[in-house]
């Protein structure tokens, strides 16, 4: 990409120092406070990180930047003028915009039509003047270093990184002071993410103030200036980046050290290598995907980790093994018999389950109770005369809520009112509900705070050792490293290499340079 644009020095001499100023914030919910006191501000051409554990106060502190809530006590400037109505127009109107974790975009439509959505250049006869918008967009595009290929694809035809492109560039049209980032690299890969901090770097270049929430650390030292980390409703760290380490981040967020909460006992028996596998695949093919094959085996007891780059095929690879996808050819194996998910249905009857990707739109219905949720894929189990029986479904939901430490008020407590990291325990208390013998997880720490993310790590580790097999899909390759026996890497839907835990190729980089690699033989196989 080109170099960052030189920001304007009229509009920089012009415009106050701090695009974002929240002095003394504090909110309650009824007698139940959630901010106490807090400061936080964000100067212009910078980029601020905010990290925090899921219930430390991101969300509500962001959402009363954005006019979503009012504070309890204290003020919010945007661009120096004071937010004094509790509206996100307003907000909007005086140049704050945010990019949410979940998609905004229409898929139907094409880049253009969704940078304009809601916004669109009108004529005095209500026509929209499409000139002058692709102008706009253009001279936008131009300033953030984006392609104009984007502007006339559709949104279901581009990559993830260029739908993420649009997102941003809707925002910072009208972002002219603020603009808030909420995990914006999930799921991207390496070099999109390096991209993507391109963009991030360029729009500061261009005087606005960014927010970056992220929960993975070390993005916040690949782009930020600046962070502040919250707990419990309190800043407990504001600090120039380059002052700060990952242990004194992890410190801040937690109160203790990240080694702690990732060697926690978990009572893990080893892998018997030795053992009859849980699952099977022999040449399985998917169109599109795996058009030659692949093949390996899921041992009881064994987290097999799935790293490959965004298109890779790791998220197809889990889809077909639980039904979602059709399966084009091959042989599969469940427990020593045949399997041949024709539907997810299918798939949970015979012990498969699977954790998405995007838990809000595949994994969970948000606008319904805990309880239900946890019982969808088990209705059998607390049906009787063709009657839900309520009572034993909310027995068997609050064991699970026990076992997993879900943060609720009870299982009535509609999912979509939890926490990112509750929300994910609850579809893992879907998961333990329907016993399952083989467990696929796909990016399951997304959008989790470290704390949370150490809490699903060992409950999975527990489930694999009461000898269920586990295919762990995700982009975090720290995380994968840390949870896996072994790693398969795929890359132009082939496996490139299988590489065990002990292995010299067990690590990032050589992660990192086998998903590179393109068409490549296959690393001879290793033992488990």
């Given at each position: 990409m080109e170099a960052a644009p030189t920001p304007d020095p009229t509009r920089a001499a012009a415009a106050p120092e701090l695009a974002l100023e929240m002095r003394g914030i504090t909110k309650s919910f009824g007698p139940v406070p959630v901010l106490r006191g807090v400061d936080y501000v964000v100067r212009r051409g910078s980029i601020h990180a905010l990290v925090g554990h899921n219930g430390a106060g991101k969300s509500t502190l962001m959402k009363i930047a954005l006019g979503g809530h009012a504070p309890t006590e204290g003020s919010v400037r945007i661009g120096g003028t004071e937010l004094t109505v509790a509206q996100p127009s307003e907000a909007r109107r005086l140049g704050l915009g945010m990019v949410l974790q979940e998609r905004s975009l229409i898929p139907t439509l094409n880049g253009l039509d969704n940078i304009f959505l809601n916004a669109e250049h009108v004529s005095r006869t209500r026509v929209i003047k499409r000139r002058s918008e692709l102008a706009e967009a253009r001279s936008l595009c131009d300033r953030l270093g984006i392609s104009h290929q984007v502007l006339g694809r559709r949104v279901a035809d581009m990559t993830a990184v260029e739908q993420q492109m649009v997102e941003i560039a809707k925002a910072v049209r009208l972002a002219t002071n603020v603009l808030i980032l909420d995990e914006p690299t999930a799921p991207l890969s390496y070099r999109e993410i390096d991209a993507l901090f391109d963009v991030i770097r360029r729009v500061a270049a261009l005087g606005a103030g960014i927010v970056l929430i992220t929960h993975h650390l070390a993005e916040v030292f690949a782009v930020s200036d600046e962070v502040t980390c919250l707990r419990e409703g309190r800043v407990t760290l504001h600090t120039a980046t380059a002052a700060t380490d990952i242990p004194s981040l992890i410190e801040a967020m937690l109160g203790k050290s990240r080694s702690t909460i990732q060697n926690a006992p978990t009572n893990r028996a080893p892998v018997d290598p030795g053992a009859?596998?849980?699952?099977?695949?022999?040449?399985?093919?998917?169109?599109?995907?795996?058009?030659?094959?692949?093949?390996?085996?899921?041992?009881?007891?064994?987290?097999?980790?799935?790293?490959?780059?965004?298109?890779?095929?790791?998220?197809?690879?889990?889809?077909?093994?639980?039904?979602?996808?059709?399966?084009?050819?091959?042989?599969?194996?469940?427990?020593?018999?045949?399997?041949?998910?024709?539907?997810?249905?299918?798939?949970?009857?015979?012990?498969?389950?699977?954790?998405?990707?995007?838990?809000?739109?595949?994994?969970?219905?948000?606008?319904?109770?805990?309880?239900?949720?946890?019982?969808?894929?088990?209705?059998?189990?607390?049906?009787?005369?063709?009657?839900?029986?309520?009572?034993?479904?909310?027995?068997?939901?609050?064991?699970?809520?026990?076992?997993?430490?879900?943060?609720?008020?009870?299982?009535?407590?509609?999912?979509?009112?939890?926490?990112?990291?509750?929300?994910q325990k609850v579809v893992l208390a879907k998961a333990l509900a329907t016993g399952a013998a083989l467990l696929l997880l796909d990016e399951p720490t997304f959008g989790v705070d470290v704390g949370a993310a150490a809490e699903l790590i060992r409950h999975v580790r527990a489930m694999a050792a009461q000898g269920k097999g586990v295919l762990w899909a995700t982009s975090d390759l720290q995380e994968l490293l840390g949870v896996a026996d072994r790693v398969l890497v795929i890359a132009d839907g082939t496996i490139r290499e299988v590489i065990p835990r002990g292995d010299p190729g067990f690590s990032d980089a050589h992660l990192i340079e086998a998903m590179q690699r393109r068409r490549t033989p296959v690393r001879e196989d290793v033992p488990r």
């Open positions: 009859a596998p849980v699952l099977s695949v022999r040449d399985l093919s998917v169109t599109g995907k795996f058009p030659d094959g692949i093949s390996f085996d899921v041992a009881p007891g064994e987290i097999v980790g799935v790293a490959g780059l965004v298109g890779s095929g790791r998220s197809t690879l889990l889809k077909a093994l639980f039904g979602a996808v059709p399966i084009a050819g091959g042989r599969l194996e469940l427990t020593g018999e045949p399997y041949a998910p024709r539907s997810p249905w299918a798939a949970i009857d015979r012990g498969v389950f699977l954790i998405p990707e995007n838990r809000a739109d595949e994994g969970l219905v948000p606008s319904e109770p805990i309880v239900e949720n946890v019982i969808l894929p088990v209705l059998p189990k607390v049906t009787s005369a063709h009657v839900v029986r309520m009572g034993r479904a909310r027995g068997m939901t609050r064991t699970l809520m026990a076992d997993l430490n879900v943060r609720a008020s009870g299982p009535d407590q509609m999912v979509g009112e939890l926490s990112g990291g509750n929300q």
